[in-house]
């Protein structure tokens, strides 16, 4: 049987949110992020992030940079224990201007599911066992459209983009406090999936 996926957002939902990220020293981890990746780790699941990264098409950072702030993250991350199988960018925006090579209509920017299928052909998981977690209205029609359970985070503009999921009609799953309380949540649903009798 393969694992399921944790198909996380990353600024807001790991790291703090301070408006385009775009360099290592502007890194910083939500409180309990880390422990909830280490939890995930722990579940068996692979863990991917899954980010839009506009920035790049905005020409506020280069893919070479945005590389180094994703591998002070996974630093960062083994630090507490945790790790990462997985991460994934868009650098696209359409309406990018100063004619930018990004500025292209992708298949990755969230709400579309190019970068959790890249993450399927590179990792054996389980779409059905798996869960998108973020905290805008993207990560939640991520999941919509994979057909895989959204947790809405609190943290970050969680707590502005709950109102405006309801207003689009996105099905949440859950909403969370933080990562740590979406990944105790899902605990719960794995221990009670799995002392449920086979039918």
Same mark, same amino acid.
């Given at each position: ?21 775009? +360099? ?44 180094? %702030? ?29 004619? +930018? ?14 970068? @959790?299928?890249?993450?399927?052909? /590179? ?16 990560? %939640? ?8 359970? +959204? ?11 709950? /109102? ?7 099905? @949440? ?20 999936? /799995? ?5």
């Amino acid at each position: 049987m393969n694992p399921g996926g944790i198909f996380l957002d990353r600024d807001g939902t790991v790291n703090q949110e301070v408006n385009f990220l775009t +360099s290592p020293e502007q890194l910083e981890l939500i409180p309990r992020s880390a422990e909830a990746i280490r939890e995930a780790n722990h579940l068996g699941f692979k863990v991917f992030i899954v980010t839009n990264q506009s920035g790049i098409a905005r020409g506020l950072l280069t893919e070479p940079r945005l590389l180094e %702030i994703h591998d002070a993250l996974l630093q960062s991350l083994r630090e507490h224990g945790a790790s990462v199988d997985g991460i994934y960018y868009c650098p696209h925006l359409q309406s990018a201007g100063g004619g +930018s090579p990004y500025a292209v209509d992708c298949s990755c920017r969230k709400p579309k599911t190019g970068m @959790i299928e890249q993450a399927q052909r /590179e990792f054996p998981v389980d779409l059905k066992r798996s869960f998108v977690i973020g905290d805008r209205l993207a990560d %939640i029609q991520l999941g919509n459209n994979a057909g895989i359970p +959204s947790i809405l985070v609190l943290t970050g503009y969680g707590k502005t983009e709950l /109102e405006i999921c309801r207003n689009k009609h996105a099905t @949440i799953e859950h909403v969370a406090n933080d990562l740590y309380d979406a990944m105790l949540y899902i605990k719960k649903r794995v221990s009670t999936a /799995e002392k449920l009798p086979a039918s």
